[in-house]
């Protein structure tokens, strides 16, 4: 499925088709380059499934946790990471097989470790305000 986006306007109603699509996947994997915007839209799906704070990237911590009514959202930035044994390290398989949400930004950086099943969104920016979002289930 391809979304146009026109604007940050359009995201809240992108991420529902988003979350459709995906069915019954709840791995998310977002390609796309620098400031494509990765977390600005990984923001969004946080909302439509029910979190209420601030959502930000994971900086420091390579994962950020969030309640939602059915259970909770993990949001990884695997960016910093150096090789795909820090991963291990930080015991990303807890999460993804935890059966909760994760979001996964650079999942260039652990190309060994995704999961089965998940769903691929990758991201162009097309001008200031413009993306073209490319949504596949795998
Ligand atoms: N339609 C849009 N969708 C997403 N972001 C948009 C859109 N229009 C403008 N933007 C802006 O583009 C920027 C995207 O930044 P964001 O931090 O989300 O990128 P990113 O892909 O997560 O980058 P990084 O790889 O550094 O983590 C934000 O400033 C956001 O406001
Ligand atoms: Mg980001």
């Keep these: ?25 709840k791995i998310f994997v ?7 915007g990765k977390t600005t839209l990984i923001k969004e799906l946080a909302a439509a499934l029910g979190v209420s704070e601030a959502v930000t990237s994971p900086t420091f911590s390579i994962v ?11 949001h990884f930035d ?7 044994s ?3 390290d ?9 059966g909760n949400y994760c979001f996964i930004e650079w999942p260039e950086k652990i190309p060994d470790l995704l ?8 991201i ?3 001008s200031d305000n413009q993306r073209q979002l490319e949504v596949e289930n795998i």
Excluded: C
């Design 86 to 88: 820090e991963a291990l």
């Design 64 to 74: 950020n946790e969030y309640v939602i009514p059915s259970g909770k959202v993990y």
């Design 124 to 126: 162009t920016a097309l």
């Design 78 to 84: 695997f960016y910093r990471l150096k090789t795909q």
């Design 90 to 98: 930080m015991g990303y398989e807890e999460y993804f097989y935890s």
């Design 1 to 25: 499925m391809q979304i146009n986006v026109s604007s940050l306007s359009g995201l809240p109603d992108a991420a529902r088709q988003i979350i459709t699509h995906a069915a019954t996947n």
């Design 115 to 122: 999961p089965a099943h998940y769903t691929r969104i990758a």
């Design 30 to 36: 977002f390609y796309g380059e620098m400031g494509a």
